[in-house]
């Protein structure tokens, strides 16, 4: 089962063996998003597009605090694979599917609870506000299917197996996208409709990911829940605590994201519209390089469990050499499309014209953003989780701090977007040294 790399040629090939069905299954993420937003967007009121987009906030509250299970489960079956622990692997799964479960009831316990803080945290008319509590509580149904996904996504990644999330992603997201289209256009819904075709799409997929585990991995499936006698357990503090500090990350992170769309709200529905338009730009960028993240988080876990530091420093710079052409590629095609794709995006003439006016920071966001996105893969994939969540802490100071010594605008908002993308980045690439690269991890 092991395979080992030589030569720069093969170890590209290697990693973009394991980042292209990443790629192709993330693409299919933002379509989803873009298909909502188009289908909302040419309706006859911007209130649908902010409904989806408020709705959307917390939810990636929700999801994306929860994610913390896909990355952890990554790292610690990465980590395991490459020390060709058979046992551990099946530990790891097993701790990640019991602490799924008691996350999904907490969840569904408090949902109303969760609802009536998010909304009443959020601006926005409302309008708006009504409908976006109509789609939360439809898409609130989906929540088992999601947070079992993720714990099944990180295993297979951890075992180098990406052609199994891809067909997954696809598959629930094609479903979603003609799902979507059938309420809204044939039923005449509103963002109800998006969100009930989230629902179906998402339990498709998760039944799809215990067939793959069933078919493809019998050895583990079989014997998940059987105990046997000296089997080797992980531990659970160092579970927990792998796990936590990917938690505080990406609840800093989606505070940021959560952040800028409130604060875009609070300019108004039009801005809100079109802050939420130009995202979708950064988000589709972000979903190609996780291609390359996620190939980072096996292969960083797998020789870092395997002890094989120099074959992981010559992981990293090969991956960061990737990045940095795909960001390349990406700041020309935005300054080249910009505006034709917002044009095919939505029909509301205010919302294309703001929308223009921002478009030079979409421009930058790719060279700004790719080495944040790649670090995070090789730290997850290492479980250098504490380096990881420390640098988050501080780039998020710079995101909040700017609008608040600053007179509020929009521009400053985007700014000080940019600068945490960079903070991000840079943080990363000077803890690696110590976090990442020394042998006695």
Same mark, same amino acid.
């Given at each position: ?50 409904? *989806? =987009? +408020? #709705?959307? %906030? @917390? ?5 994306? $605090? &929860? ?5 952890? !489960? ?119 409709? *998006? =969100? +009930? #075709?989230? %629902? @179906? ?5 998760? $039944? &799809? ?5 069933? !078919? ?119 300054? *080249?499309?910009?505006?034709?794709? @917002? ?34 893969g090789i730290y997850i994939g290492s479980t250098a989780t504490r380096a990881l969540r420390n640098v988050m802490i501080v ?5 909040f701090v700017l609008p608040i010594i600053m007179k509020p605008s929009n521009h400053v908002l985007w700014i000080a977007f940019?600068l945490f993308l960079l903070a991000r980045g840079l943080g990363l690439g000077l803890a690696s040294p110590k976090a990442i ?5």
């Amino acid at each position: 089962m092991r395979r080992w790399i030589s030569g720069h040629r093969s170890l590209d090939r290697f990693i973009l063996g394991l980042a292209w069905p990443n790629i192709i299954s993330n693409l299919s993420v933002p379509l989803l998003g873009l298909v909502d937003l188009t289908m909302m967007g040419h309706l006859n009121s911007p209130v649908y597009i902010g409904a *989806v =987009a +408020l #709705g959307s %906030v @917390i939810f990636s509250f929700i999801y994306s $605090g &929860l994610a913390f299970l896909r990355m952890g !489960t990554t790292g610690m079956t990465a980590i395991r694979f490459g020390a060709g622990d058979k046992q551990g692997i099946i530990s790891v799964l097993r701790t990640s599917i019991f602490t799924a479960l008691i996350l999904v009831f907490l969840l569904v316990v408090f949902r109303t609870l969760i609802s009536g803080v998010g909304f009443g945290l959020l601006g926005g008319g409302e309008e708006v506000k009504n409908y976006a509590r109509s789609y939360f509580d439809i898409r609130i149904m989906a929540a088992p299917a999601v947070v079992l996904q993720y714990v099944l996504q990180g295993w297979f990644i951890g075992l180098q197996d990406s052609r199994s999330p891809i067909y997954v992603v696809i598959t629930e997201n094609v479903l979603n996208i003609l799902f979507n289209i059938f309420f809204v256009w044939s039923l005449n819904m509103r963002s109800d409709g *998006v =969100a +009930l #075709g989230t %629902v @179906i799409a998402r339990y498709a997929g998760l $039944g &799809l990911s215990l067939y793959f585990l069933k !078919t493809k991995y019998p050895e583990y499936f079989f014997t998940l829940f059987m105990k046997f006698s000296g089997q080797q357990k992980i531990s659970i503090k160092k579970f927990l605590g792998i796990n936590l500090n990917l938690f505080i990350r990406t609840i800093l992170l989606i505070s940021v994201l959560s952040a800028f769309t409130s604060w875009s709200a609070k300019q108004g529905d039009v801005i809100l519209a079109s802050n939420s338009l130009l995202l979708q730009f950064f988000y589709l960028f972000s979903y190609i390089t996780d291609g390359f993240a996620f190939a980072a988080e096996s292969l960083s876990g797998r020789f870092k469990g395997g002890k094989q530091i120099i074959r992981l420093r010559v992981v990293v710079k090969r991956i960061l050499i990737f990045g940095f052409i795909l960001a390349l590629f990406f700041s020309v095609f935005y300054y *080249v499309s910009g505006k034709i794709i @917002i044009s095919l995006l939505t029909s509301q003439e205010k919302v294309r014209m703001i929308s223009y006016m921002y478009l030079p920071y979409i421009w930058i966001i790719p060279l700004a953003s790719f080495a944040a996105f790649l670090w995070d893969g090789i730290y997850i994939g290492s479980t250098a989780t504490r380096a990881l969540r420390n640098v988050m802490i501080v780039s998020s100071i710079v995101f909040f701090v700017l609008p608040i010594i600053m007179k509020p605008s929009n521009h400053v908002l985007w700014i000080a977007f940019v600068l945490f993308l960079l903070a991000r980045g840079l943080g990363l690439g000077l803890a690696s040294p110590k976090a990442i690269f020394l042998h006695n991890r």
